[in-house]
């Protein structure tokens, strides 16, 4: 069974950068898809990006979008989030997803969810 796990949160100031990893076991990294998504305190969970495993093609929210860079690293079979010009509204639990495929930069369906990890943009 595909497992996720994400890592690379914690603590910054508004306008610095953080790098989220999502580290994927069980299956080798194929021909599906994988999402990240986020969630604030008392807000639904939003997705933020989306990036299609066997062509590279990504997608990414309008509110991240030139902020934010979704790639595979393969060689650690996980897929980075490059998050820069962080803004105090992205403070929330970062998710990544294994699904099927991206529509944009959402993933559908999310069969598997990582635990999270949390990011705080703070003065």
């Known amino acids: 069974q595909t497992q996720l796990v994400e890592s690379g949160g914690g603590l910054v100031q508004p306008g610095a950068s953080l790098t989220l990893s999502c580290a994927v076991t069980?299956?080798?990294?194929?021909?599906?898809?994988i999402g990240w998504f986020r969630q604030a305190p008392g807000k639904e969970r939003e997705a933020v990006s989306c990036?299609?495993?066997?062509?590279?093609?990504?997608g990414y929210a309008d509110s991240v979008k030139g902020r934010f860079t979704i790639s595979k690293d393969i060689a650690k079979n996980a897929v980075v989030l490059q998050m820069n010009k962080l803004k105090p509204e992205g403070t929330a639990t970062y998710y990544c997803?294994?699904?099927?495929?991206?529509?944009?930069?959402?993933?559908?369906?999310?069969?598997?969810w990582g635990p999270g990890t949390q990011v705080t943009v703070s003065p």
């Open positions: 990036i299609r495993l066997h062509n590279d093609v990504t």
């Open positions: 069980g299956p080798t990294l194929g021909p599906f898809s």
């Open positions: 997803s294994a699904g099927d495929y991206c529509d944009d930069y959402v993933l559908f369906p999310t069969k598997h």
